[in-house]
C-alpha cells in the first residue's frame, strides 16, 4: 500500500472537515431493517376447532399490526388422547398436523401469508410451525 495521498483526496478531506457535515449512521438503517416482530402462540389444551378459530384470528390480527412472523407452537401429539378413538392415528398429532391444512384451505388467510414452515428445535421442532406473513399493503 501506497504512503503517498493523493492532492485531490487531501482536498476531499478539508472539505469535508470544513463543511461539519455528518456521515449518516447505517448501523440505524440496518436496525431498522431487521425491526422483524415475532409473536409467540401455546396452542395446548385447545381443542381442533378452538384452535383454528384462534389461529385465523391471530393471523388477521397479526397481519394488522404489521408482524412479520407467527410461532405457532401446536405440540407433537404425543400426549393427546388420541389413544382412546380408533379412527385417529396413533403417530399423528391433530393440531400438528390440521392447524397447517387448515390454513392452506382458507383463501383469505393465505392471502396475508407468505411461508409456513417447522420450526428450528429452539422454538419447538416438529411441534412448533413459523408463519411468515406479507407485509400489511392497507396500511
Known amino acids: 500500500m501506497s504512503s503517498k495521498i493523493s492532492n485531490k483526496d487531501k482536498k476531499d478531506w ?5 463543511k461539519n457535515e455528518s456521515l449518516p ?17 401455546d396452542l395446548h389444551g385447545y381443542s381442533l376447532d378452538s384452535a383454528n378459530k ?7 390480527e397479526s397481519y394488522e399490526k404489521e408482524i412479520n412472523k407467527l410461532i405457532i407452537v401446536t405440540g407433537k401429539g404425543i400426549h ?4 382412546e378413538d380408533p379412527f385417529i392415528s396413533k403417530d399423528l398429532g391433530i393440531l400438528k398436523n390440521s ?3 387448515y390454513i ?3 383463501n383469505e388467510i393465505m392471502e396475508m401469508i407468505k411461508s409456513i414452515e417447522e ?12 408463519i411468515y406473513l406479507k407485509k400489511n399493503s392497507i396500511k
Not at 14 to 18: C, D, K, W
Not at 80 to 83: D, G, I, L, R, Y
Not at 119 to 130: F, H, M
Open 104 to 106: 392452506s384451505n382458507d
Open 119 to 130: 420450526a428450528k428445535i429452539e422454538d419447538g421442532g416438529s411441534g412448533a410451525l413459523y
Open 80 to 83: 393427546s388422547k388420541n389413544e
Open 14 to 18: 478539508e472539505s469535508f472537515l470544513s
Open 25 to 41: 449512521n447505517k448501523d440505524l438503517k440496518l436496525s431498522a431493517k431487521n425491526n422483524k416482530q415475532v409473536r409467540t402462540y
Open 99 to 101: 392447524i397447517p391444512e
Open 54 to 60: 384462534k389461529v385465523r384470528k391471530l393471523i388477521f
